[in-house]
């Protein structure tokens, strides 16, 4: 994998993306050649159209990477890649529409347009069938070679069973007498050369998955590798990087400590992040203001009661505040105290249940993001009554709230809603990936692959 700003990016999606970029240019420019030769124009030289064309790639690779294009699932699915490759063209397509139309162009012709969205649709589905079925292979992957043999050691085992995923197993080392978890695993005591049994398996990166470390570290086979070249790795990190999170399980203070991370303070990110925050919420609060009156009715007409609800969350550094949401339950929803929202939750009603489904409920929410008691991307906050709850019961639970709490977040992307302890459990392992990899470029990211959230709204209640 590659670090991009702190964040972890697959070589084989990096390739995808590039050539995607290059055969979204390759699709408008085909499409204005077919446009003008269909109307027997004279040829014009490509810098008269080329930013029009780069446009056109960058907000439909925009399109693509918001929709989930180059998520897991749809690295592995082509059924599931194809959908998508639709929606996103589409979406692109409209984005261009609305900006020709916004600016006064002519940039593009609606004919040449829908040339290139065909175009376009046709070379990526191609794309994905010749390209696809090499990003698995060996060709992509790492070589691993794990120094242990217990469960920690079985889990790398799992995770390299994924299809598509980035990396293979070359072998495991027993690194003492204890039973194998992992079978196959070889005796550290039959390896006589170490580094030259590095060199015959082929591995590119060490990773130590021992259970107990006190007094077992291999000091003189990390070194040995380490001066050939390999890059060694620890379990912790290890996980972080393959999955996006931080492993609640094998976590422990001093990895916390001595990890690069958790620069969320900087002052130009925190600064740029808060003029994005006024910027886009005053943006929100302005243009959504006709949907929420809409739907402020509509809540009326069905149940008594407010139209907003308020509830007290806890923000950042552990301090309260009031975030303001359209009610979806109804009034008496809380009468027996607060509880864990379900799936099919009889509390909600049938507009409620509607808002909830497209986040039309969190518009509000734009408010708290304004006065800066959130931010457009962080961890969700949740309320005192489960925060206490879950502080005794989940470690470095408090360590959440020292980023900004959210309306969409790194655990929103990746993981449907919590409604229980090992939930919340999941989802705080990726609110601390957040809060340790934080950059600008991973709020983009989160804010882009929202848009898969609300149109594909898998576990939204």
């Known amino acids: 994998m590659i670090r991009v700003f702190k964040h972890y990016v697959s070589h084989a999606v990096i390739l995808l993306g590039i050539v995607d970029f290059a055969l ?3 699709a408008g420019e ?8 269909q109307i027997g124009a004279g040829s014009q030289p490509f810098a008269e159209r080329a930013v029009a064309i780069l446009v056109f790639a960058a907000i439909v690779m925009t399109a693509l990477i918001g929709v989930g294009s180059y998520g897991a699932e749809a690295l592995r699915s082509m059924r599931f890649a194809v959908a998508r490759l639709l929606v996103a063209v589409s979406l692109g397509v409209i984005g261009v529409s609305l900006l020709d139309f916004v600016m006064q162009g002519e940039t593009f012709w609606r004919s040449v347009l829908l040339y290139a969205m065909a175009i376009a649709i046709l070379l990526l589905v191609l794309n994905r069938l010749i390209l696809g079925p090499m990003l698995g292979t060996s060709t992509f992957q790492r070589s691993v070679l794990v120094l242990g043999a217990g469960t920690r050691a079985e889990r790398i085992r799992a995770l390299a069973r994924r299809k598509g995923g980035s990396f293979r197993v070359a072998g495991f080392i027993a690194m003492n007498d204890a039973e194998p978890v992992v079978p196959d695993a070889r005796p550290r005591g039959s390896i006589t050369d170490f580094g030259r049994f590095v060199d015959d398996i082929g591995a590119s990166e060490v990773v130590l998955a021992l259970e107990e470390r006190r007094n077992s570290l291999p000091v003189k086979d990390l070194l040995r590798v380490k001066t050939r070249g390999l ?3 620890d379990f912790s990190g290890f996980i972080e990087r393959e999955t996006g999170r931080v492993d609640l399980d094998t976590l422990n203070p001093s990895w916390l400590i001595f990890s690069d991370g958790f620069s969320s303070t900087q002052f130009l990110s925190s600064i740029s992040k808060r003029i994005f925050d006024v910027v886009v919420s005053l943006l929100l609060l302005v243009l959504a203001f006709p949907v929420l009156v809409l739907f402020a009715i509509l809540i009326k007409l069905e149940s008594p009661g407010p139209v907003f609800y308020r509830q007290t969350r806890v923000g950042l550094y552990g301090q309260h505040f009031d975030v303001v949401k359209l009610r979806s339950m109804r009034q008496d929803a809380e009468k027996d105290g607060p509880k864990w929202a379900s799936e099919n939750d009889p ?3 049938r507009i409620g249940r509607i808002i909830r489904t497209v986040r039309i409920d969190e518009i509000p929410q734009a408010w708290s993001v304004l006065k800066g008691e959130m931010s457009f991307v ?3 906050p949740e309320r005192p009554q489960f925060v206490s709850q879950l ?3 989940l470690p470095y639970y408090a360590e959440r709230h020292m980023v900004k709490p959210g309306i969409t977040g790194w655990a929103q ?5 919590g409604a229980s302890t090992e939930d919340a459990r999941q989802k705080l392992e990726y609110d601390l990936y957040y809060a340790k990899n934080y950059s600008p470029f991973l709020d983009l990211l989160i804010l882009l692959q929202t848009v898969r959230v609300v149109l594909w709204p898998d576990g939204a209640r």
């Not at 085909?30 to 030769?37: K, N, V």
């Not at 992307?413 to 809603?417: G, K, R």
């Open 24 to 26: 979204l240019i390759l």
């Open 30 to 37: 085909l499409a204005w050649d077919l446009r003008i030769y």
């Open 231 to 233: 890059h060694v790795i």
């Open 347 to 349: 509390r909600v009603t």
């Open 378 to 380: 962080g961890p969700r």
């Open 391 to 393: 502080e005794n019961l």
């Open 413 to 417: 992307i990746n993981y449907p809603y």
